[in-house]
C-alpha cells in the first residue's frame, strides 16, 4: 500500500552557493511504503525529478541539487528512504528489491529518477517494476551491479582509534578539507542510518537486467572516487543500451555535494531533453 499521509508544511532553508548565499522554500510530505512512514521535501512546481540517495545518505545530500533544479522551472523532491533519516523502518524485507518496487509503485507520473549509490541501484529496479513510469534515470556512483560491494569497507582506524568522522569523509570525499561545515553536517547527519544495520542486498543486477533498462541513462562517476572506483562505471555504461558516460575530475562518491557545479551542468542538460514528455505538476 503506497498512500500520501500528511503535507507537513512549508520550510525555508538558507545554503551557501559560492559566494552567495540562497534561501529557498520546500513543502515536506509524508507517505507510506507498506508499513514504513516516509519523507519527502519537493522545491519547485515543475516537471517531476525524483532524487533518491546513497546508503547512509539522507534527503539533505541534494540541498545544492533541489533548488538547482527548481530554479530551472522542475519540481525536485528529495526524499529519506527507509531507515534513514526522518523515515521509518519496514516491519519486513529492507532490500533495494523491495525499494525499488515500493518507489515505482508510489509514481504517480513519468518522473525522471536521479539516484546515488544505493539510490542508483533502488531506481533501476523501479525502472524494472514500472518502465512506463520512468522517463529517464541519472545513475550517480551507482551501487548494484554483479560482483560490486553491496557495502563499503569497515574503515580501519590509526593505533589512537580516533577520528572516525574524519576517516569517513576520506573516504566518501575526494578533498574532505575543502568541504564546508554545512555540507560535513548534511554527511555526518546520515551516517548512523539504522538501515545501515538491516539493508540486505537482494536485487543485485546482472547484464541481462540492465539490457533491459531501455530509457535513456545518464551515468555520471566522480573520477576520485574511493568507494565505488570510476572502473565500474564503464562497466555499467557497456550494459546499458542507451546511455551517455561523464566523469567529473577532482571528486569523489557524492559529486552532489562535492562538485554540485560540474554534476548540474550535466544533469540539466540531460533533464532537459525529456521535458517536452513530462507533466507540470511536480508531484511525484
Known amino acids: 500500500m503506497l498512500q500520501t499521509t500528511a503535507a507537513l508544511g512549508w520550510k525555508h532553508e538558507r545554503i551557501a552557493a559560492g559566494a552567495h548565499t540562497?534561501?529557498?522554500?520546500f513543502v515536506e510530505r509524508t507517505q507510506n511504503w507498506d508499513d514504513a512512514s516516509i519523507y519527502s521535501r519537493t522545491a519547485g512546481n515543475g516537471p517531476p525529478v525524483l532524487l533518491v540517495h546513497s546508503l547512509g545518505g539522507t534527503s539533505e545530500h541534494w540541498r545544492f541539487t533541489m533548488p538547482f533544479l527548481a530554479q530551472r522551472g522542475f519540481g525536485a523532491t528529495a526524499l529519506d528512504l527507509p531507515g534513514h533519516g526522518a523515515s521509518g523502518m519496514p516491519a519486513g524485507e529492507l532490500s533495494p528489491r523491495w525499494l525499488g518496487a515500493a518507489l515505482a509503485r508510489s509514481l504517480q507520473q513519468p518522473t525522471l529518477l536521479v539516484g546515488n549509490s544505493l539510490g542508483g541501484w533502488v531506481a533501476l529496479r523501479a525502472y524494472?517494476?514500472?518502465?512506463?513510469?520512468?522517463?529517464?534515470?541519472?545513475?550517480?556512483?551507482?551501487?548494484g551491479l554483479e560482483g560490486m560491494p553491496t557495502r563499503p569497507e569497515k574503515l580501519t582506524?590509526?593505533?589512537?582509534?580516533?577520528?572516525?568522522?574524519?576517516?569517513?569523509?576520506?573516504?566518501?570525499?575526494?578533498?574532505?578539507?575543502a568541504l564546508s561545515e554545512e555540507v560535513r553536517g548534511s554527511f555526518w547527519r546520515g551516517v548512523i542510518a539504522p538501515a545501515l544495520?538491516?539493508?540486505?542486498?537482494?536485487?543485485?543486477?546482472?547484464?541481462?537486467?540492465?539490457?533491459?533498462?531501455?530509457?535513456?541513462?545518464?551515468?555520471?562517476?566522480?573520477?576520485?572516487?574511493?568507494?565505488?572506483?570510476?572502473?565500474?562505471?564503464?562497466?555499467f555504461a557497456r550494459a546499458l543500451p542507451l546511455h551517455k558516460l561523464a566523469v567529473?575530475?577532482?571528486c569523489g562518491h557524492l559529486p552532489q555535494l562535492e562538485c554540485p557545479d560540474a554534476f548540474h551542468h550535466e544533469l540539466l542538460a540531460f533533464a532537459e531533453v525529456f521535458r517536452p514528455r513530462m507533466g507540470g505538476s511536480g508531484r511525484v
Do not use: H, N
Open 22 to 25: 540562497l534561501v529557498y522554500t
Open 128 to 143: 524494472l517494476e514500472r518502465p512506463q513510469m520512468v522517463l529517464g534515470i541519472c545513475l550517480v556512483a551507482a551501487a
Open 157 to 177: 582506524l590509526g593505533p589512537s582509534g580516533v577520528d572516525l568522522l574524519g576517516g569517513l569523509l576520506a573516504t566518501a570525499f575526494y578533498r574532505p578539507e
Open 197 to 235: 544495520l538491516r539493508l540486505s542486498p537482494q536485487g543485485t543486477l546482472d547484464s541481462a537486467a540492465l539490457a533491459r533498462v531501455r530509457c535513456p541513462v545518464l551515468v555520471v562517476w566522480g573520477k576520485e572516487d574511493r568507494i565505488l572506483p570510476v572502473s565500474w562505471a564503464e562497466k
Open 248 to 250: 567529473l575530475p577532482d
